[in-house]
């Protein structure tokens, strides 16, 4: 993959928050539809279209308490006026890597883009390159990056950057691509492990088909974004008549040269009788539970993540039972 080498000119870089940085912002008066904006903790400002943040660590912050505060992701964009890459664009197999944090695709603009300091970025999903120029460029410069669909239309002081690159180190550091920055550790690569299944329970004069079953373990990259999750799902589930789940997960991680190790483990367990529509199973819905692990402008150099679920259903009289077991890990020696 061709990459571009620059050299910033300038004694830094300026991702550290400093109001100066943002130019030619349309100020925002309806943003207290999302809670913690209420408190003008965080409030991202719109120009040419885009959510422009003052800082890296802004960004950060706002998609991470976006996700702890479970709004539903479309008031972003209702709430600051732009259109946004959740809403305007259908989701395919190129692009399921940015739907797979909505709250990450709802701060991206139709076109994938997203200003952050003295620097504006393009997600471009189909060469899964990451575009960026100087929000000093111009407006041609910007036009030019909008519409670009690949290196060879992009304006000729535009960088890429791969969604493996670490983009803000890099920048910050004012290196060529190619060179390996900071401390020794290295960037994990991204890992998905699905485990799937169908039960099926007598026949009836339409289908057979009882539900599906679907856990899923992932770390997941998108060039100055990266993600861990854990995602299970039941659907279709007609004639089932009660279910006990019991869903284990465990995962460690550590964050590339920053952070100690972090660690989440749970063990729930639920009943219910959706044909009754009885529900016991908080905090996750009866036929959902999805936990995000790790959210982060800075990727992870270690992590080990698993997920374990059994299922129990009653249909027709016939004991059903379900086991999946999904399972990511790399550089354990460093946990």
Same mark, same amino acid.
């Given at each position: 993959? $061709? ?15 400093? #109001? ?6 349309? /100020? ?18 719109? %120009? ?9 660590? #802004? ?5 991470? $308490? =976006?996700? #702890?505060? !479970? ?61 960026? +120029? /100087? ?10 990056? $909008?519409?670009?669909? &690949?290196?060879?239309?992009?304006? %000729?002081?535009?960088?890429?950057? %791969?969604?493996?690159?670490? +983009?803000?180190? =890099? =920048?910050? $550091? ?31 004069? !339409? ?13 997941? *990259? ?67 539970? *999805? ?9 992870? %150099?270690?992590?080990? @993540? ?6 129990? &259903? @009653? ?12 399972? @990511? ?7």
């Amino acid at each position: 993959m $061709k990459k571009l080498v620059f050299f910033l000119l300038v004694g830094g870089l300026f991702f550290a928050c400093n #109001k100066e940085d943002v130019q030619e912002l349309t /100020s925002i008066e309806n943003a207290t539809e999302i809670d913690f904006l209420e408190k003008n903790e965080i409030t991202p400002q719109v %120009s040419n279209g885009y959510l422009v943040f003052e800082c890296e660590e #802004k960004m950060e912050e706002f998609i991470i $308490k =976006l996700t #702890k505060s !479970e709004v539903d992701p479309t008031t972003i964009a209702s709430t600051f006026g732009f259109n946004s890459y959740l809403e305007h664009v259908p989701q395919t197999e190129q692009n399921e890597v940015i739907f797979g944090d909505k709250y990450f695709a709802a701060t991206l603009n139709m076109d994938g883009m997203i200003g952050v300091g003295t620097y504006i970025f393009k997600v471009n999903p189909p060469t899964e390159e990451v575009f960026v +120029i /100087s929000n000093s460029a111009g407006n041609k410069s910007i036009k030019a990056l $909008k519409n670009a669909q &690949s290196q060879n239309n992009l304006p %000729s002081n535009a960088l890429v950057f %791969s969604f493996e690159d670490e +983009i803000f180190e =890099l =920048l910050e $550091k004012g290196a060529t691509c190619e060179e390996k920055m900071g401390c020794d550790e290295d960037c994990s690569p991204p890992q998905r492990v699905i485990k799937q299944d169908f039960k099926y329970c007598g026949e009836n004069d !339409e289908f057979e088909l009882i539900g599906f079953y679907w856990l899923q373990v992932r770390y997941s *990259k998108v060039g100055f974004w990266k993600y861990a999750n854990i995602h299970f799902q039941q659907g279709a589930v007609n004639g089932i008549s009660t279910a006990d789940w019991d869903i284990r997960y465990s995962a460690r991680w550590k964050r590339k040269c920053r952070t100690p190790i972090g660690s989440d483990f749970s063990d729930y367990v639920c009943s219910f009788v959706p044909l009754q529509g009885e529900d016991q199973c908080f905090p996750f819905s009866s036929s959902r539970f *999805k936990n995000r692990l790790y959210q982060s402008t800075r990727c992870l %150099s270690a992590y080990d @993540i698993r997920a374990d679920a059994r299922i129990e &259903s @009653i249909c027709d009289e016939t004991q059903l039972i379900w086991t999946g077991e999904a399972r @990511i890990s790399h550089n354990l020696q460093a946990l």
